[in-house]
């Protein structure tokens, strides 16, 4: 067999996985890898921050469900890795990180760019590797892509010494069935388990208050067509988590939207009052739940996870299955379907009571013609994009607003950094998703707080082309943490007011991207159609919005749904509602 | 209309007790497991009371036996946390499993006069042990069996002066009898 540069093995098993781009940024110790990348039939794209090819990757990942591929190089390039892999692992989006490392015979010896790197991305990591001898980098590199993809899916990290990439040897790439029998401890359990989905059922028939609660799990397995189908034979209302938005239309009439911290009225009220909670791929996470004391007290549990570790982590359930969500789902269809349905006659009344609190507490907030509300902002990037774009968020308000305001209708449709809450992941993001779904409209929704953690990247959007739109709700505050400071800090505002700010439109322009701005609620509509006419460049556009709006509901941390704090006209109080236009 | 909940309610979870529980895990013999194992108890805030690892009769699978503390639901996540290792090939609580427990223990006693000699002496036979190493005013004690066993002999050597102490861990293995039996159990 004919023998290949180790850097060269590395592109193979690239080409072998079907990856069509890459995001990173050389250095020293992976330079033999990008020699190699050079003339690869594959999209490698330069960032300016390691940080950014890693949320690009994940975006890339979020957006089309393949495996997100980033580059680094040792040492400080790796170390930049990290909250990026935190941030995948945390909502379990499959990506491959491949960092050099310095030669093997240079480890240890505190070698310049090095770092122990296998063992600071050890606990951010599905897994990881340190490649030790050529002979196994093809196999190891195939373990990765498989890990990364399978089971509850996750990033994985393959650290590869740079004399490793500059050996010769023969490269074999291991067939599936080698790549699962090297891998004898791992196992995950796809099709649950009968007896327990027969239980399932029986719960399902006898319940008279259910509600599904739905996570991230459906939008990675893709089973939003099976939980419709679910949904609208048992007339189960579905209330979906932040990472769940998109695995039910949320114009769907059984639609609750989001529930927990900032959730709807009607979704933590019909959650509180169920008597049947039919959690799918989600994980009862604190912001969900509140007190978990209190959290759905009289409810029965059924818990649909690939994790085991999942299951009765926070809460103890009742009925535990074990296995991919599409398949769990079909299987409990196939037995809900064997005896008739009279038994959903019985939900008329909580369906009406459901009714009763949307109409009474709808998710509304306070218009104004003076000053742009940040909600008004989402409404009508809504309305511009027609609901069909890919939104992807930062972290904070704006998120919030953005999981609120916005529509959402199909699987991967809102990518935000919602289990570890990484700032300045929406912007990126935005960047890899557009270059996995070049076909979709992508927009991120940014707070300035947010965006200008990875401000730098417009550069790669800009040198790329990458037709993409940042909306900047711009408070000048650290506005999540400001909102907290006036609630329950006594309008402390410590370390939060981010006044002095680039001018965002002549930033945009110095890259050679458009910036816009809208400053009064009638210019909002005008600078968006603006925005989507441009398609050869990045759009960035400044929403100087209302300083000190705040995100309601709310259910303060560690408290209880019925603790729920809501806006006058979300509670009913005002009698007339203010439009606008 | 549904009634709806107006009053406070409490999520009834079930009722653990705490105690110790040892878990044997079987690991692919890899680089660097030894430290996801010891970095997974230490990131989730869980207490080891002891571990010992070793090659098992195949090189390439090392044999961990891990004591730790925790109520039924802790032990749960451990477990379950322990298999999601990739390298993880079998995790098992024999707590309740009739098995054989071990722990190895070297004890350097201040000796003092010859009555203590003699007394020292006397408790090393009657726990079965042995003076491995003599100085003129120390003796060094093995000796082997459950960690109750070992907490008593140390106990009991206490008053003399402890100078220093080495243990190795509990080893566990689980009875054949039990095995066949759960075989058994497991067919039916």
Same mark, same amino acid.
Not at chain 1, 324 to 337: G, P
Not at chain 1, 403 to 416: D, E, G
């Given at each position: 067999?004919?023998?290949?540069?180790?850097?060269?093995?590395?592109?193979?098993?690239?080409?072998?996985?079907?990856?069509?781009?890459?995001?990173?940024?050389?250095?020293?110790?992976?330079?033999?890898?990008?020699?190699?990348?050079?003339?690869?039939?594959?999209?490698?794209?330069?960032?300016?921050?390691?940080?950014?090819?890693?949320?690009?990757?994940?975006?890339?990942?979020?957006?089309?469900?393949?495996?997100?591929?980033?580059?680094?190089?040792?040492?400080?390039?790796?170390?930049?890795?990290?909250?990026?892999?935190?941030?995948?692992?945390?909502?379990?989006?499959?990506?491959?990180?491949?960092?050099?490392?310095?030669?093997?015979?240079?480890?240890?010896?505190?070698?310049?760019?090095?770092?122990?790197?296998?063992?600071?991305?050890?606990?951010?990591?599905?897994?990881? =590797?340190?490649?030790?001898?050529?002979?196994?980098?093809?196999?190891?590199?195939?373990?990765?892509?498989?890990?990364?993809?399978?089971?509850?899916?996750?990033?994985?990290?393959?650290?590869?010494?740079?004399?490793?990439?500059?050996?010769?040897?023969?490269?074999?790439?291991?067939?599936?069935?080698?790549?699962?029998?090297?891998?004898?401890?791992?196992?995950?359990?796809?099709?649950?388990?009968?007896?327990?989905?027969?239980?399932?059922?029986?719960?399902?028939?006898?319940?008279?208050?259910?509600?599904?609660?739905?996570?991230?799990?459906?939008?990675?397995?893709?089973?939003?067509?099976? %939980?419709?189908?679910?949904?609208?034979?048992?007339?189960?209302?579905?209330?979906?988590?932040?990472?769940?938005?998109?695995?039910?239309?949320?114009?769907?009439?059984?639609?609750?939207?989001?529930?927990?911290?900032?959730?709807?009225?009607?979704?933590?009220?019909?959650?509180?009052?169920?008597?049947?909670?039919?959690?799918?791929?989600?994980?009862?996470?604190?912001?969900?739940?509140?007190?978990?004391?209190?959290?759905?007290?009289?409810?029965?549990?059924?818990?649909?996870?690939?994790?085991?570790?999942?299951?009765?982590?926070?809460?103890?359930?009742?009925?535990?299955?074990?296995?991919?969500?599409?398949?769990?789902?079909?299987?409990?269809?196939?037995? %809900?379907?064997?005896?008739?349905?009279?038994?959903?006659?019985?939900?008329?009344?909580?369906?009406?009571?459901?009714?009763?609190?949307?109409?009474?507490?709808?998710?509304?907030?306070?218009?104004?013609?003076?000053?742009?509300?940040?909600?008004?902002?989402?409404?009508?990037?809504?309305?511009?994009?027609?609901?069909?774009?890919?939104?992807?968020?930062?972290?904070?308000?704006?998120?919030?607003?953005?999981?609120?305001?916005?529509?959402?209708?199909?699987?991967?449709?809102?990518?935000?950094?919602?289990? %570890?809450?990484?700032?300045?992941?929406?912007?990126?993001?935005?960047?890899?998703?557009?270059?996995?779904?070049?076909?979709?409209?992508?927009?991120?929704?940014?707070?300035?707080?947010?965006?200008?953690?990875?401000?730098?990247?417009?550069?790669?959007?800009?040198?790329?082309?990458?037709?993409?739109?940042?909306?900047?709700?711009?408070?000048?505050?650290?506005?999540?943490?400001?909102?907290?400071?006036? =609630? =329950?800090?006594?309008?402390?505002?410590?370390?939060?007011?981010?006044?002095?700010?680039?001018?965002?439109?002549?930033?945009?322009?110095?890259?050679?991207?458009?910036?816009?701005?809208?400053?009064?609620?009638?210019?909002?509509?005008?600078?968006?159609?603006?925005?989507?006419?441009?398609?050869?460049?990045?759009?960035?556009?400044?929403?100087?919005?209302?300083?000190?709006?705040?995100?309601?509901?709310?259910?303060?941390?560690?408290?209880?749904?019925?603790?729920?704090?809501?806006?006058?006209?979300?509670?009913?109080?005002?009698?007339?509602?203010? %439009?606008?236009? | 209309?549904?009634?709806?909940?107006?009053?406070?309610?409490?999520?009834?979870?079930?009722?653990?007790?705490?105690?110790?529980?040892?878990?044997?895990?079987?690991?692919?013999?890899?680089?660097?497991?030894?430290?996801?194992?010891?970095?997974?108890?230490?990131?989730?805030?869980?207490?080891?009371?002891?571990?010992?690892?070793?090659?098992?009769?195949?090189?390439? $699978?090392?044999?961990?036996?891990?004591?730790?503390?925790?109520?039924?639901?802790?032990?749960?996540?451990?477990?379950?946390?322990?298999?999601?290792?990739?390298?993880?090939?079998?995790?098992?609580?024999?707590?309740?499993?009739?098995?054989?427990?071990?722990?190895?223990?070297?004890?350097?006693?201040?000796?003092?006069?010859?009555?203590?000699?003699?007394?020292?002496?006397?408790?090393?036979?009657?726990?079965?042990?042995?003076?491995?190493?003599?100085?003129?005013?120390?003796?060094?004690?093995?000796?082997?069996?459950?960690?109750?066993?070992?907490?008593?002999?140390?106990?009991?050597?206490?008053?003399?002066?402890?100078?220093?102490?080495?243990?190795?861990?509990?080893?566990?293995? $689980?009875?054949?009898?039990?095995?066949?039996?759960?075989?058994?159990?497991?067919?039916?």
């Amino acid at each position: 067999m004919e023998k290949k540069r180790g850097a060269d093995i590395v592109v193979d098993c690239l080409l072998a996985e079907g990856v069509d781009t890459v995001f990173g940024l050389p250095g020293g110790a992976i330079m033999e890898v990008y020699d190699a990348l050079f003339n690869a039939p594959l999209k490698n794209i330069l960032t300016r921050q390691e940080i950014a090819a890693s949320h690009m990757a994940d975006g890339y990942a979020r957006a089309t469900g393949k495996v997100g591929v980033v580059l680094a190089t040792s040492g400080p390039g790796a170390t930049n890795l990290v909250t990026g892999l935190a941030t995948a692992f945390m909502d379990s989006i499959p990506m491959v990180a491949i960092t050099g490392q310095v030669p093997t015979s240079y480890i240890g010896t505190d070698a310049f760019q090095e770092a122990d790197v296998t063992g600071i991305t050890r606990p951010v990591t599905k897994h990881n =590797f340190l490649v030790t001898d050529i002979k196994d980098l093809p196999m190891i590199m195939r373990q990765a892509f498989y890990i990364a993809r399978t089971g509850r899916p996750g990033p994985v990290l393959v650290d590869i010494p740079k004399d490793i990439t500059q050996q010769y040897s023969e490269c074999y790439i291991p067939t599936d069935e080698e790549v699962k029998a090297s891998l004898p401890g791992y196992n995950p359990h796809y099709e649950g388990n009968i007896v327990q989905i027969k239980k399932a059922a029986e719960l399902i028939r006898q319940a008279k208050r259910p509600v599904l609660y739905v996570g991230g799990g459906v939008n990675l397995a893709g089973a939003n067509k099976e %939980l419709l189908e679910l949904a609208e034979l048992t007339r189960i209302p579905v209330t979906t988590t932040n990472m769940g938005k998109g695995a039910f239309p949320e114009t769907h009439p059984l639609a609750l939207h989001m529930l927990g911290m900032h959730g709807t009225y009607y979704a933590n009220m019909a959650v509180y009052n169920s008597d049947l909670l039919i959690s799918v791929g989600s994980r009862f996470d604190d912001r969900v739940t509140g007190k978990i004391q209190e959290f759905a007290p009289e409810a029965k549990i059924i818990h649909i996870d690939i994790d085991p570790a999942s299951i009765s982590k926070n809460i103890v359930v009742d009925v535990p299955i074990v296995g991919d969500v599409k398949i769990v789902l079909k299987k409990l269809l196939k037995e %809900l379907q064997k005896k008739p349905v009279e038994w959903v006659k019985a939900r008329e009344s909580w369906l009406k009571q459901i009714e009763k609190w949307k109409e009474e507490h709808p998710l509304i907030y306070e218009k104004s013609d003076k000053v742009i509300k940040p909600q008004y902002v989402i409404e009508e990037i809504y309305n511009v994009t027609k609901g069909d774009a890919i939104i992807s968020a930062g972290v904070g308000q704006h998120q919030m607003w953005a999981a609120m305001f916005y529509k959402y209708s199909y699987p991967r449709q809102f990518l935000n950094s919602g289990g %570890l809450g990484t700032m300045g992941f929406g912007f990126p993001a935005a960047i890899g998703a557009k270059m996995g779904r070049p076909d979709k409209e992508v927009i991120a929704i940014e707070g300035d707080g947010s965006f200008i953690m990875n401000i730098q990247d417009i550069a790669t959007a800009v040198q790329y082309r990458v037709p993409i739109k940042v909306a900047i709700i711009n408070n000048e505050f650290l506005g999540m943490v400001r909102q907290w400071q006036q =609630f =329950f800090y006594d309008n402390r505002y410590s370390s939060v007011c981010l006044s002095v700010q680039p001018d965002f439109v002549k930033l945009a322009e110095s890259f050679g991207a458009v910036g816009l701005r809208a400053t009064k609620p009638s210019e909002v509509k005008e600078v968006l159609q603006k925005a989507m006419s441009i398609n050869d460049r990045p759009v960035i556009m400044d929403f100087v919005v209302d300083r000190e709006e705040n995100v309601l509901p709310m259910v303060p941390a560690g408290k209880s749904y019925k603790e729920m704090i809501l806006t006058p006209r979300q509670k009913g109080e005002a009698d007339t509602m203010y %439009l606008v236009g | 209309m549904v009634e709806e909940i107006k009053t406070v309610k409490i999520r009834k979870q079930p009722e653990t007790k705490i105690r110790k529980h040892t878990i044997v895990v079987r690991v692919q013999h890899n680089f660097g497991v030894l430290a996801r194992i010891t970095g997974l108890f230490a990131g989730r805030g869980y207490n080891i009371e002891s571990l010992t690892v070793g090659k098992t009769q195949d090189p390439d $699978i090392a044999r961990i036996t891990i004591v730790v503390e925790g109520d039924e639901r802790v032990i749960e996540q451990i477990i379950k946390q322990l298999r999601k290792l990739i390298e993880t090939l079998k995790v098992r609580d024999i707590t309740d499993i009739p098995h054989i427990e071990r722990e190895l223990v070297l004890i350097k006693v201040h000796t003092g006069d010859e009555k203590a000699r003699d007394e020292i002496m006397r408790l090393t036979n009657i726990f079965r042990g042995k003076i491995v190493d003599v100085s003129t005013d120390t003796y060094t004690i093995e000796v082997t069996g459950d960690s109750d066993k070992l907490e008593a002999f140390i106990e009991l050597l206490r008053p003399f002066g402890l100078k220093d102490i080495a243990r190795t861990g509990t080893l566990a293995l $689980i009875r054949e009898s039990a095995k066949s039996k759960l075989q058994k159990h497991q067919v039916e």
